[in-house]
């Protein structure tokens, strides 16, 4: 999908809500979703990071986004009902869920990995992302072509050693992406997919391998049109794939 070219009006009056909308590929799918005419929600933890993409999105000349704080860490069953309601109220409808966020501390031996942080990684990776998506599924069956992407990894689909926790929350990911898909197939239209955006220029990435010359690595707008291809028309009828932004 790295040469798919959208129509300049593909997601026009589409909203489409991103998570880790600050930084990486959340920001860079953002972006690129906003200039394609979509009213892009950004959603992460940082809210004078969220102002910044604001600004850049408003820059382009792009529709003006919104804004949605949230702290994944916390958020409980409670707190993401409460965020499709806001959502529901100020913009009446939702046509793509979009799961950037990531978190990814260290990594480490499964013999040393620390419980609690075990925890925490599982909890921001996959329960999160499932509570989210748990809460937006009513509007997201209200719209005519609404999409759910999934950002997966490759240790999601083949384990690696010391990805520890991260490794099983995104084959967790996986397998809720697989379940949901199956169960929207013959009862609405939402379509369900996954994405391994490949080995990016990214700060996460600079944490964990500090050694590595990023300058090697393609920048996150790379993987940006396969997500765009799976939140507009182009991608109709694709659910349950497990796909990747850059050539194995």
């Known amino acids: ?7 300049p009006d ?9 998570t880790g909308a600050v930084e990486g590929i959340g920001r860079a799918v953002a972006r690129g979703a906003a200039r394609l005419g ?5 959603c992460a933890k940082d809210e ?10 408003e820059a382009d000349g792009s529709p003006e ?9 916390q958020a409980d069953e409670q707190l993401c009902l409460g965020v499709a309601t806001t959502l529901g ?12 966020a990531t978190y990814v501390p260290f990594l480490s031996r499964i013999d040393d990995y620390d419980a609690k942080e075990w925890e925490r990684v599982v909890r921001i990776n996959l329960t999160a992302p499932f509570l989210l998506t748990q809460a937006c599924l009513p509007l997201l069956r209200a719209a005519d072509d609404a999409s759910v992407i999934f950002t997966s990894d490759r240790v999601g689909r083949r384990g ?20 949901l898909a199956e169960e929207m197939r013959d009862s609405s239209s939402v379509r369900v997919n996954s994405i391994d955006p490949g080995a990016l220029r990214t700060a996460q990435r600079r944490q964990l391998y500090p050694g ?4 090697t690595l393609p920048a996150p707008d790379i993987a940006v049109p396969t997500y765009l291809w799976l939140l507009g028309k182009d991608g109709a009828g694709t659910s349950g794939q497990a796909l990747s932004a850059q050539p194995d």
Request: hydrophobic letters at 50%; a negative charge.
């Open 160 to 179: 690696l050693a010391y990805w520890g926790a991260f490794a099983a929350a995104k084959f967790g990911i996986e397998g809720l992406m697989q379940v």
């Open 1 to 7: 999908m790295q040469d798919y070219q959208p129509s």
């Open 89 to 100: 109220d100020e913009l009446g409808r939702l046509d793509g869920l979009v799961h950037c």
């Open 10 to 18: 593909l997601l026009r009056d589409r909203i489409i809500l991103v």
């Open 48 to 57: 004078a990071q969220l102002e910044a993409v604001y600004d850049e999105i």
């Open 65 to 73: 986004p919104a804004s949605l704080p949230l702290d994944l860490e």
């Open 38 to 42: 979509a009213t892009v929600v950004l």
């Open 212 to 215: 590595e010359d990023p300058n």
